[in-house]
């Protein structure tokens, strides 16, 4: 069994021989963006849980490793595509793909991605290659999903807490789910782990995103690494802010669709305020206690996997980390 | 057996199952863009390739309607996502989905048909599985690569013919030649007959975009349905320039480059002029040529399958109608 530090080595070793492979291959206007986008790095979680996932039941971890490259790359995939979207222009610190490419190339090469994923998922052929590939697609689907929900609230100011809860479930946590799962099913798991798997990988990942929507409005900088408050002033839906219009009082309620009105603002100042109404409604707190008890569900689902609790720790150190990240 | 006329019948009920569906499928913003691309009808060509290789060995060719909707949704996301990349405004008469719902829609609603058509390839599960949804992925690959050079080409004037066949055998014909070869996958053709379908649907493929090509410069408007020299006017790069600019003289050559930059021209007047240099270069005759080559090597293809020749004949009456049509 190894660590997860060396797994997050082999991945990355991986990926420099793919990005290699895609620098050399034509035509070079579709695929030198892919390794552009696959360079950038990033955490590199959905590899890792695959990994990991895979790793409770067997030892030969890297048999599954270009199906961790798959998700990767459909990760990818969708970063390109939705940074359009957003006419987002900077991505951990570099220029987007559209923003360096061209809008065409993001759009064909991110393209190109999703095909390439399955491509990669196919690599290692088995028995489970229908369930893993089933997976997959409908997880691809939920994200797809997701993403338009997230753009259907920007125009909303009445979503609803669950409804942001099933929006990140979809965008965000069923690929966590499905990269647990698809380690479990390739290392030929029983069909009752590789479930509880998933679920505890959509625990994890609605945990990971709520930690997210917190540390936009009360991270460090210094350690969180980009501008605090982007969620605040651009009035993106959080947790947050969906739990502060549902809890405000008649006053409260006015003063922050107020904030969120203003066209013309301090941005500085709309942050202050806006943090300021979240602290009076406890809002942090409740996110807090939110996280908790995701994390427990997350960790009581791994607890009840028929594997040797030894085999569990990588997975429950980097649940650990990743939901009480401070970046 | 069934002729091609039922089962055109039977694609379209199926299609309007499936677009009813999506129009009642959220997130509604998501799913209609793919009803309304889908309840757009076009010539359901690929669906019917399935059907008709399927059929050449078994007879329950409902069993692959699945797949052949697969490979119509897929191709319907291609042109989605095409349209986008060269705003192009109609789409079979009708405003363009990037038109109609915006393009962030365009995009979205596109990645959702790539990944609906896994699942529909999904639906029918058997042995064969992995090997259909290998050959299938290769080939989303190698139309976005396709795609690539087409837009590559744009910028070029140095083009060859063998570079421009290459890129028609991506961008089209491979998805052909796919068709063909999942629909004889499904039945359980040998490996050989499943090959040699895939070859002919290459050869249809190829000189199906040539007709293509002869009929935007040399068909009738009133039986083409769409006006006639819109590849001249904007200069595409087609089989039939590509060669004039091959075979030309010095005065023919500097002539074609002369109206292919002038920014402001008389359409009729331009169009009258290529057409004449493409008239004395023999580019219509030398088109034809190799149209009817392609044509003898896909029947050839298709002569040699060990099935009962009766088989063949929805098939090869649908070649001859696509490769002679006038609209």
Tied chains: 1, 2.
């Excluded at 570099?94 to 065409?104: A, L, S």
């Excluded at 798991?189 to 936009?216: C, K, M």
């Excluded at 947050?240 to 009105?261: G, V, Y």
């Excluded at 100042?269 to 996110?287: C, D, G, H, Q, W």
Aim: net charge negative; proline share 3%; charged share 25%.
């Amino acid at each position: 069994m190894k660590e997860a530090a060396l797994l997050q080595d082999s991945i990355e070793e991986a990926f420099r021989e793919y990005i290699e492979t895609w620098n050399h291959t034509a035509p070079h206007n579709l695929y030198r963006p892919v390794s552009y986008a696959l360079a950038a790095g990033g955490k590199r979680l959905r590899p890792l849980l695959v990994l990991l996932g895979y790793q409770l039941f067997r030892d030969d971890v890297e048999k599954a490793l270009p199906a961790a490259a798959a998700i990767e790359i459909f990760h990818n995939f969708t970063l390109l595509h939705d940074d359009i979207m957003d006419k987002a222009d900077l991505r951990r610190g570099e220029p987007t793909v559209h923003q360096k490419f061209g809008e065409n190339s993001a759009i064909l090469s991110g393209d190109v991605m999703a095909f390439l994923s399955y491509r990669f998922l196919l690599k290692t052929l088995s028995e489970h290659t229908p369930k893993v590939v089933q997976l997959f697609s409908d997880t691809a689907v939920e994200v797809c999903e997701g993403q338009q929900y997230d753009m259907d609230f920007e125009t909303r100011t009445d979503v609803s807490a669950p409804e942001y809860m099933e929006m990140i479930r979809l965008k965000t946590a069923v690929l966590l789910g499905c990269s647990l799962q698809t380690g479990a099913l390739l290392a030929g798991a029983p069909e009752v782990s590789a479930t509880r798997l998933y679920e505890a990988g959509i625990s994890l990942g609605l945990a990971f995103q709520l930690r997210d929507d917190l540390l936009d409005t009360f991270g460090e900088e210094a350690t969180f690494g980009k501008k605090i408050g982007g969620d605040i002033t651009s009035n993106k839906k959080t947790f947050l802010l969906i739990r502060a219009l549902e809890k405000a009082n008649p006053a409260q309620r006015a003063s922050l669709l107020d904030w969120m009105n203003r066209e013309n603002f301090d941005r500085e100042e709309k942050i202050t305020a806006v943090r300021s109404l979240y602290e009076a409604l406890e809002i942090k707190e409740e996110t807090e206690a939110q996280i908790d008890r995701l994390h427990t569900t997350a960790l009581s689902l791994l607890a009840t996997l028929a594997v040797d609790p030894a085999r569990r720790i990588p997975l429950e150190t980097l649940c650990e980390g990743l939901i009480k990240r401070r970046f």
